[in-house]
């Protein structure tokens, strides 16, 4: 069974960093991608950042240049950083990683920005 655990939400001021992380119960090997997504009440989930096995990183064009997504292999665990936040950056952010032939879901962390 492939778990998704996420940390690092929680409150900060705008302008302000948090980091989120996302460790995946799964061999390196058959990691294909891992992402985040956000959802605000009543939208629909969106992608965030994504990082393939090969390193090859994506954003949305809303956060590009504020946000970073890594991964550390050794410990199949996926970091969001995001800087510079915004009060509109306030979600609840989800990871998601492509394992084998499946795709999981963690069960997300609350990010809230306050202005």
């Known amino acids: 069974q492939v778990r998704l655990v996420e940390s690092g939400g929680g409150l900060v001021q705008a302008g302000g960093s948090l980091r989120l992380s996302c460790a995946v119960s799964a061999i390196t090997s058959s990691i294909r991608f891992m992402s985040w997504y956000r959802q605000g009440p009543g939208n629909q989930r969106e992608l965030v950042a994504t990082?393939?096995?090969?390193?090859?990183?994506g954003y949305a064009d809303s956060v590009k240049g504020r946000f970073t997504i890594s991964r550390d292999n050794a410990k199949n665990t996926v970091y969001l950083q995001m800087n510079s936040l915004k009060p509109e950056d306030t979600d609840v952010y989800y990871c998601k990683a492509g394992v084998g032939w499946r795709d999981y879901w963690g069960q997300g962390t609350q990010v809230t920005v306050s202005s």
């Open positions: 990082i393939s096995s090969g390193d090859t990183t």
